[in-house]
Structure formats: C-alpha cells, structure tokens
C-alpha cells in the first residue's frame, strides 16, 4: 500500500493530520472493548451489567480469567466466573485487562524486522507497564491497573508508523541508530511528528480516558522546569509514573522499541522521586528498579496467547447463575 503523501510545508498539526487520516483502514477497538470503556465510564453500571457484557465474549472471558488466577494478581483461590472476576479485580482492572488484551490481538508480535523487532518492541512495552504498576505500588498511586495499562499502551504510535508509514518509520530508525539519537528526535525529522503525537491522535479516537491520551502523547515531556516549582507544588501523576518506567527499562535494557539510547530520565521526573535525596539518575534508577524482574516475570501472561491464536479456552470459562 503507497504511503500517503506528506506536504512539506504543512504546520505540526496538518502533517499530523495527513499521517494519520489519510490511513485506509485505520484501526479501531474491537466493540466489546469499546463498549467495556463505556460502561465502566457510567457510574450506574452494575457488576453484572459488565458481567453480561463479557461473557457474550467467550475469548475475551477466557483471557480476563486467565489473568485474572495467574501470577500478576496471586489471588490463593481459583476464580471460576466473569461475575467474580469483575467483583474481586474492580471494574477498572477488568477495562484496562480487556485494553491491553485487544492492543495485543490488534497488534500481535510476528515476525522479527531487521531494524524494528515487534517482539522486543512488546518486551519493552510490558516491561513499562510492569514497571509503571510496580512504581505505582510504592508510590501509593491509586490504580495500579490504570498505571499498568499506561505502561503499555505509551508507544502505541510506533506500531501506527511501522505498520502504515513503514517505509519512513525505517528511515526514522535508520537515522536514530546512526546518529544516536533518541528515536522521537529522529521520528520528528524524518515525518515531522512523532510516535507520541501519533499515538495521542489514535487514543483520542478510540475514545480512551484523557489520562490515558495525556500519557501516550506526553510521555517524552513536556514537563515543567524542576527548579521552578518548590516541593509541595511538584505534582507527580500517571505521566511521570510511565515516563520514569520508560527510563528504568532503557537502563536495564528490557527490549528495544527503535534507538540505541540509554534512559532518558528528564530532571523535573527525576527529582519527584528522589524526593530530596542526592543522588546520580543512575542510582535513583538502580532504587526504582528494585524487585521489577519479578514484576515482569508476572506480567508475562499478557504475552501467553499472543503465540496462541485460536485458543478460548472456552472450557474455563463460567458465568455466574
């Protein structure tokens, strides 16, 4: 398929516009998951409005109870129905299962590209939602699931770029390897915008919550000047939770979704969690990082059925009487 031309002398917005609405077949959330972010919107739903929702799903119903008694949650009883499930998970953790669960059907690993490897793009993609869960976690933050999601949900443009503009996306990554540069600086010279631009624009249009859409589109920044805020001022939310995950994964090298590059902690980020503390981006890094293999070993199961496609799994899936 051509790629769609691109005007030159477009502003920052049109071209963003012409990356993005001149794709045929753009793609769309499956509806059950559409209409899943609906109903947990509407303060008036019920458990078993989302119960009824779900189980007409059976592959959706499979997967959220696979998640559901795996390793990630760690629940010590065996989860037998969609009802309980959606009791004990919360209607939050159930949407953001469903959202990471259809990004990762949409989107499936594949085969490896010589210069962009899909499968080190989702290793990085969970690890940053692990990481995002677990910094949530310590941070007190209060939906973990909401972080997780976040984590990875925040590159989603780049499988926009590679799957529709692949042709410049690789120029894009081409450039970054050979002038180390961070891949959002190369992606900008080459199209002219970037995966977080691009992704922000998608997340707008499959209607996710704006917290979501803020931290696709604003996870490289930009953020306030550190020194221009006192402490009781600095506030720390989601965004900053996904951008320091991002970091602590590029310093342990979990996957590769472009560059070359190191972290990239911005100072603003860096200082909220070292709340005061002196020490180096790498040592703060080191802290943060603290148990998050295991948090990743966890989030593994979000990659289970991705080498399994046709399974449901449909003879583990009950539904409340």
Same mark, same amino acid.
């Given at each position: 398929?051509? #790629?769609?031309?691109?005007?030159?002398? =477009?502003?920052?917005?049109?071209?963003?516009?012409?990356?993005? #609405?001149?794709?045929?077949?753009?793609?769309?959330?499956?509806?059950?998951?559409?209409?899943?972010?609906?109903?947990?919107?509407?303060?008036?739903?019920?458990?078993? =409005?989302?119960?009824?929702?779900?189980? /007409?799903?059976?592959?959706?119903?499979?997967?959220?109870?696979?998640?559901?008694?795996?390793?990630?949650?760690?629940?010590?009883?065996?989860? /037998? +129905?969609?009802?309980? /499930?959606?009791?004990?998970?919360?209607?939050e953790a159930v949407k953001n299962i469903g959202l990471s669960v259809a990004l990762l059907?949409?989107?499936?690993?594949?085969?490896?590209?010589?210069?962009? =490897?899909?499968?080190?793009?989702?290793?990085?993609?969970?690890? *940053?939602?692990?990481?995002?869960?677990?910094?949530?976690?310590?941070?007190?933050?209060?939906?973990?699931?909401?972080?997780?999601?976040?984590?990875?949900?925040?590159?989603?443009?780049?499988?926009?770029? $590679?799957?529709?503009?692949? #042709?410049?996306?690789?120029?894009?990554?081409?450039?970054?390897?050979?002038?180390?540069?961070?891949? /959002?600086?190369? @992606? @900008?010279?080459?199209?002219?915008?970037?995966?977080?631009?691009?992704?922000?624009?998608?997340?707008?249009?499959?209607?996710?919550?704006?917290?979501?859409?803020?931290?696709?589109?604003?996870?490289?920044?930009?953020?306030?000047?550190?020194?221009?805020?006192?402490?009781?001022?600095?506030?720390?939310?989601? +965004? *900053?939770?996904?951008?320091?995950?991002?970091?602590? *994964?590029?310093?342990?090298? $979990?996957?590769?979704?472009?560059?070359?590059?190191?972290?990239?902690?911005?100072?603003?980020?860096?200082?909220?969690?070292?709340?005061?503390?002196?020490?180096?981006?790498?040592?703060?890094?080191?802290?943060?990082?603290?148990?998050?293999?295991?948090?990743?070993?966890?989030?593994?199961?979000?990659?289970?059925?991705?080498?399994?496609?046709?399974?449901?799994?449909?003879?583990?899936?009950?539904?409340?009487?």
């Amino acid at each position: 398929m051509p #790629e769609p031309a691109l005007d030159p002398d =477009d502003d920052r917005t049109d071209r963003l516009r012409a990356i993005t #609405e001149k794709i045929i077949g753009l793609p769309t959330l499956p509806i059950v998951v559409t209409r899943l972010i609906d109903l947990v919107g509407n303060p008036k739903t019920s458990a078993g =409005d989302l119960d009824h929702l779900i189980s /007409a799903d059976q592959a959706l119903s499979a997967k959220i109870l696979k998640v559901a008694n795996s390793a990630f949650y760690g629940f010590p009883r065996r989860i /037998a +129905t969609v009802k309980l /499930a959606i009791v004990v998970l919360g209607f939050e953790a159930v949407k953001n299962i469903g959202l990471s669960v259809a990004l990762l059907d949409r989107f499936p690993e594949g085969e490896a590209h010589e210069l962009f =490897d899909r499968r080190q793009f989702w290793t990085h993609a969970i690890g *940053c939602g692990a990481a995002a869960r677990l910094l949530a976690r310590r941070l007190r933050y209060r939906l973990e699931a909401e972080a997780f999601v976040a984590g990875i949900l925040h590159d989603l443009g780049k499988l926009i770029l $590679i799957e529709y503009f692949q #042709e410049k996306f690789l120029s894009a990554v081409r450039l970054a390897r050979s002038e180390n540069l961070y891949i /959002a600086r190369a @992606e @900008e010279m080459v199209l002219g915008v970037t995966h977080a631009e691009v992704g922000g624009w998608l997340a707008e249009k499959w209607n996710l919550p704006k917290q979501l859409v803020s931290v696709i589109s604003r996870h490289h920044g930009p953020f306030p000047d550190p020194d221009g805020l006192d402490a009781a001022e600095r506030p720390l939310d989601l +965004t *900053c939770i996904v951008h320091a995950a991002d970091a602590l *994964c590029r310093s342990r090298g $979990i996957g590769n979704s472009g560059d070359n590059r190191g972290p990239a902690l911005h100072p603003y980020v860096a200082r909220l969690f070292r709340k005061d503390q002196e020490m180096s981006d790498e040592a703060l890094l080191d802290l943060l990082g603290d148990r998050l293999e295991e948090e990743i070993g966890r989030a593994e199961i979000f990659r289970s059925w991705s080498d399994n496609k046709g399974e449901t799994e449909t003879d583990n899936v009950d539904r409340d009487s």
